[in-house]
């Protein structure tokens, strides 16, 4: 199901900084994460999963589609064994308010899963070092295969039932 887009280009100012959020627990807010630029996309947010699926979903506080499927997303993640697969989420929520607001956010929410923050003094660059083809709207979820190929690129706001079949598709 393709649902929803909501586009806010200037607010994926490149380089995936600020925090990881605890795999299972959100015991309190995220702490920092080393800047990841957009050239290391593939070497820090892929390169750890290898060898085994990895959902990388993209959204933001302030876009309602990625709020609503917010909940799909976590109840697959806790349904998943981390052995199984991997998920991240990376936000392009701006870096003035996203140090505050997504983790508020996931906290009220009690989402979970890895949380990465975008900030990058160039948009443009950091959405080529993810995906050529992605205008920059959100929410954007990429899959890949243990092997590290990309095998579902869903655009809009998904259902469980999409996240679980794209799962399903990375796993073979």
Same mark, same amino acid.
């Given at each position: +199901? $393709?649902?929803?887009?909501?586009?806010?280009?200037?607010?994926? =100012?490149?380089?995936?900084?600020?925090?990881?959020?605890?795999?299972?627990?959100?015991?309190? !807010?995220?702490?920092?994460?080393?800047?990841?630029?957009?050239?290391?996309? =593939?070497?820090?947010? #892929?390169?750890?999963?290898?060898?085994?699926?990895?959902?990388?979903? *993209?959204?933001?506080?302030?876009?309602?589609?990625?709020?609503?499927?917010?909940?799909?997303?976590?109840?697959?993640?806790?349904?998943? &064994? !981390?052995?199984?697969?991997?998920? @991240?989420?990376?936000?392009?929520?701006?870096?003035?308010?996203?140090?505050? =607001?997504?983790?508020? *956010? #996931?906290?009220?929410?009690? @989402?979970?899963?890895?949380? *990465? #923050?975008?900030?990058?003094? &160039?948009?443009? %660059?950091?959405? &080529?070092? @993810?995906?050529?083809?992605?205008?920059? $709207?959100?929410?954007?979820?990429?899959?890949?295969?243990?092997?590290? +190929?990309? @095998?579902?690129?869903?655009?809009?706001?998904? %259902?469980?039932? &999409? *996240?679980?079949?794209?799962?399903?598709?990375?796993?073979?």
């Amino acid at each position: +199901m $393709s649902g929803r887009l909501v586009s806010r280009r200037q607010a994926l =100012a490149a380089c995936l900084v600020p925090w990881v959020v605890g795999r299972r627990a959100l015991a309190e !807010p995220a702490k920092p994460l080393v800047t990841l630029a957009p050239a290391d996309y =593939a070497k820090k947010v #892929l390169a750890p999963a290898k060898g085994k699926p990895l959902v990388v979903n *993209f959204w933001a506080t302030w876009c309602e589609p990625c709020r609503e499927e917010m909940p799909a997303l976590q109840a697959l993640f806790d349904e998943t &064994d !981390p052995k199984d697969a991997g998920f @991240v989420l990376v936000s392009v929520d701006s870096p003035k308010v996203g140090p505050k =607001a997504v983790p508020k *956010f #996931l906290e009220k929410t009690k @989402v979970t899963i890895p949380c *990465f #923050l975008v900030a990058s003094p &160039d948009p443009q %660059t950091f959405i &080529d070092s @993810v995906d050529e083809s992605w205008d920059g $709207s959100v929410p954007f979820t990429l899959v890949y295969s243990a092997k590290g +190929m990309r @095998v579902a690129r869903l655009v809009g706001s998904q %259902t469980k039932a &999409d *996240f679980a079949a794209a799962l399903a598709k990375a796993k073979g």
